[in-house]
C-alpha cells in the first residue's frame, strides 16, 4: 500500500476519534505550554494528526491525496521507501515551528491540522509540474498561478492575525517543500526554471 494512503489512513482514524475523545485531542493537539514545560515534543507532530472539524480534515487529506503519491515516487527513488515519511514529518515539524517559538509561553493558544505538511506536499509538487493544470474550488488554473494566489493569501492574512487558521504554517510548510526537494535533487531547479519559459498547459 502507498505510504500516502497510510498517512491518509491513521490521520483519519486518530482524527474521528478525537473528534469525540476531548482529552485524546488535548493529549495531542500542539498546546505550547506542555512542550516548553512538560516536554512534550511528540505534540510537534501529532497535531497534524488531529483536526477542528470534518471539513478541515477532508481538505487536507483530498489535497493529500491528489498529490501525495506523486512525490512519494520522487523522494522514494532519491531517499528510499521512507522518503516520503521523512519528508512528511519534517513538514509537520519545521511549519509550526515559527508559530511554537512566538507562543511558547501562551497558554491560551492552540493549533491543530496537517495543513504545513501538506502545503510542503504541495509545493513540492509545483516544482516539478508548475503548469499542470489543478482544480482550486471547481476552478482550474496551472499549478504556479495557485502556488502565486496561495502564498499572497497566506502572507495577506498572516499580516493582518485574524480568524483561526495559521497561515503562518502554511507559509513555512510551502517554503519546507521548495527548500527540502531541491536540496533532494538540486537538478529540479533548472528544470523548474525551464518549465516555467514552456507554458504548456496540460
Not at 502545503?119 to 516544482?127: G, N
Amino acid at each position: 500500500m502507498p505510504i500516502t494512503l497510510i498517512i491518509i489512513a491513521i490521520t483519519c482514524i486518530v482524527s474521528f476519534m478525537a473528534f469525540k475523545n476531548s482529552r485524546l485531542m488535548n493529549d495531542l493537539i500542539l498546546w505550547p505550554p506542555a512542550i516548553t514545560k512538560q516536554r512534550e515534543y511528540h505534540r510537534l507532530v501529532t497535531y497534524g494528526l488531529v483536526h477542528a472539524d470534518f471539513g478541515h480534515l477532508l481538505f487536507n487529506m483530498f489535497t493529500l491525496y491528489f498529490f501525495g503519491q506523486e512525490m512519494e515516487g520522487f523522494f522514494a527513488a532519491r531517499l528510499g521507501n521512507f522518503g516520503f515519511v521523512l519528508f512528511y514529518i519534517g513538514g509537520l515539524v519545521i511549519s509550526i515551528l515559527p508559530t511554537y517559538l512566538k507562543n511558547r509561553t501562551n497558554p491560551n493558544y492552540r493549533s491543530l491540522g496537517a495543513s504545513g505538511a501538506v502545503s510542503a506536499v504541495l509545493f513540492s509538487y509545483i516544482l516539478l509540474e508548475p503548469w499542470q493544470r489543478i482544480i482550486v474550488l471547481v476552478i482550474p488554473m496551472p499549478a504556479i498561478v495557485y502556488a502565486l494566489l496561495y502564498t499572497g493569501y497566506s502572507i495577506y492574512m498572516d499580516r493582518r492575525g485574524q480568524g483561526n487558521i495559521n497561515h503562518s504554517a502554511h507559509l513555512w510548510g510551502a517554503a519546507y517543500g521548495v527548500a527540502f526537494t531541491l536540496l533532494v535533487d538540486p537538478r529540479v531547479l533548472p528544470y523548474f526554471l525551464s518549465a516555467l519559459l514552456n507554458p504548456g498547459i496540460r
